[in-house]
């Protein structure tokens, strides 16, 4: 995908599966361009998008029949009230007229805006704006739910709740979301597939739990002081003698130590600490985060 | 998903079934400008809204009335002058034409600004509708409120007149009658509507777009006068006008020319197709611009 001489998303093969997808990438990463092409508002300069077997190209009206999405920007109507409007977006997405009725009031209430219903928009606070958002996308059952930073401007409490929520949607009604979000640790809390890009690039994908968790090992943070300066030498000396693999991290008095078993490589750390007098500030077992995707993905 | 259901002794129940799944049918894009349509139309009207939106369509709605309700109420009183006494339907349209200008100037603004500014036309795009969908529903709404101060006064006129027993002699008559109403109404409103729908895709600002409507209606007056009467150009060049050509336009179609009764206006002796393919070019005009704007509108 392609404007004018910059490339917003460059050889990007991704595969969406069924779930809760996480896009996440810093601002300006592609992800809103890519849920363009996704509904079929863009068309990539070069390669294909098929969603929910279908071409967005082709067959866009349909497709998006089938789609709910709920945009970043603040699109709401100011004077009108929510209950209208998320009846109005669930016609305009092809629910009969009585149905849509009863399909606004039943998403207003699952978001926890039943009481609020009546209320005009431009009256509400940004979390329920948020939630309206949410539920006039859910209000015509879609297949696949696209929502595009639906955390943005929400306090932490409020996140969370946006969290369960969408969590929920998806556990209980079997609807797949792809949420997009640059907060890499409110997509691991929900989500069970990762799409990150990184300047247009797809820096990695895959099921979270293979691309995060616990991994073999340890990390070992010392105090650093004036006479620990050799004490930190020895630990990671012993540590090498011990056949462990022994990785000094990017802050001076860290280090990670690698070995089949974490619990053993925990005990042989401990001994080496004790033996070399050190003082130990944090130990902990070693585990890959959403971050260090993009630090491996950055040249 | 299954609902909750509670039973009481006497055997009623109350259902509450939450969010569910849905199974059914649904109505595609037909459902989707259907919804838009009605939308935007409450929208114009101020319906669903604050009483404040409501008070400007009203205002506008009883001034483009008075003038058919004040002739019913003369030819009511007055019976005894016959035929003199009533205004014909063109001078009808011609009263309506302060209110129309305005409406016209605040009707596509309110359509179609408000969903570029804040959004929502991209939201709209996120669902079966497209950019060809969206516009032709806009355009269906603003040429119904449109037809609301265009015909509305008009046929209240001809129902008046019909009841106090001065309207068309026998059925056909009335529906012929009708139909050239009709048809009138909706050339001056779809000019009207082009224009306006033109003026208010040049500016994400509304009172900006109804100052463009506006220039545009006044100025093709005021250009079409100046070479037609000051200057003594050719009386084709009042076709500049668009009001003024769409009038002349609805004119024709009821029958209604200056040998047949009407009153005179610059294009009275430019022939009837030339006056015809003038609206069709104002008509053109302003679709193309909202057709080429909303075709290079960029959507997030």
């Known amino acids: ?299 | 998903m299954s609902g909750n259901a509670k039973s009481s002794a006497d055997g009623a129940e109350i259902h509450d079934r939450g969010y569910r799944r849905y199974e059914g049918a649904r109505s595609g894009v037909v459902g989707a400008v259907r919804s838009l349509v009605w939308q935007t139309i409450r929208s114009i009207l101020g319906l669903g809204r604050p009483a404040r939106h409501k008070v400007f369509p009203v205002i506008v709605v009883v001034i483009a009335a008075l003038p058919a309700v004040v002739f019913l109420g003369v030819a009511l009183l007055f019976r005894d002058l016959g035929d003199d006494s009533l205004v014909n339907y063109s001078d009808l349209f011609g009263f309506s034409v302060a209110p129309i200008m305005i409406y016209a100037a605040m009707v596509a603004p309110e359509a179609l600004v408000r969903d570029r500014r804040d959004g929502m036309f991209s939201l709209y795009l996120s669902t079966p509708l497209t950019r060809p969908t969206y516009v032709a529903a806009k355009a269906l709404a603003v040429l119904a409120v449109m037809m609301i101060i265009a015909l509305g006064p008009v046929l209240l006129a001809l129902v008046g007149y019909t009841v106090v027993g001065d309207g068309p002699d026998g059925v056909v008559e009335w529906f012929k009658v009708f139909f050239r109403l009709t048809a009138a109404g909706l050339v001056i409103s779809a000019v009207l509507a082009a224009v306006s729908m033109a003026g208010s895709s040049v500016t994400d600002r509304r009172a900006f777009a109804s100052v463009a409507v506006i220039l545009v209606i006044f100025g093709g007056a005021i250009v079409s006068s100046i070479l037609v009467d000051a200057a003594d150009f050719s009386n084709t060049y009042a076709l500049l006008d668009p009001m003024g050509t769409a009038g002349e336009t609805a004119t024709r179609i009821l029958g209604e020319s200056p040998e047949q009764g009407g009153s005179v206006s610059e294009l009275s002796d430019i022939d009837t197709g030339v006056v015809f393919l003038g609206t069709a070019a104002w008509f053109a005009a302003g679709a193309g611009i909202v057709g080429y704007k909303y075709r290079k509108l960029e959507a997030t």
């Open chain 1, 1 to 299: 995908m392609q404007f004018g001489a910059q490339h917003a998303l460059d050889s990007l093969d991704v595969d969406v599966q069924s779930g809760v997808t996480g896009l996440v990438g810093a601002n300006g990463a592609g992800k809103t361009t890519l849920m363009s092409l996704v509904l079929g508002l863009r068309v990539p300069t070069a390669g294909q998008t098929r969603v929910l077997g279908l071409d967005p190209r082709t067959k866009g009206a349909e497709l998006r029949a089938q789609i709910g999405y709920g945009p970043e920007r603040n699109v709401l109507p100011q004077d009108m009230p929510a209950s209208d409007f998320v009846k109005h977006m669930a016609e305009v997405r092809g629910m009969p007229r009585n149905e849509a009725r009863g399909r606004a009031s039943d998403a207003l209430w699952l978001v926890g805006l039943g009481e609020e219903r009546a209320r005009a928009l431009g009256t509400m606070s940004t979390g329920q704006r948020q939630r309206v958002k949410l539920a006039q996308a859910i209000a015509s059952d879609p297949a696949l739910l696209l929502l595009d930073e639906p955390t943005d401007g929400l306090d932490p409490v409020q996140r969370d709740e946006m969290l369960s929520l969408i969590r929920q949607v998806s556990r209980e009604y079997g609807i797949d979301v792809v949420l997009s979000s640059h907060l890499l640790e409110e997509v691991e809390r929900i989500c069970d597939h990762i799409v990150a890009l990184d300047a247009g690039r797809l820096v990695a994908q895959g099921r979270l739990d293979d691309l995060v968790g616990d991994e073999q090992g340890v990390v070992v943070e010392l105090a650093e002081t004036a006479d620990q300066a050799q004490a930190f030498d020895d630990v990671v000396s012993r540590l090498s003698e011990s056949r462990l693999e022994v990785r000094r991290g990017e802050v001076g008095s860290r280090i990670e130590v690698i070995g089949p078993d974490a619990d053993l490589v925990a005990d042989l750390v401990r001994d080496a600490v004790a033996d070399a007098n050190a003082r130990v500030i944090r130990i902990e077992r070693r585990r890959r985060r959403l971050e260090d995707l993009f630090a491996v993905g950055t040249p």
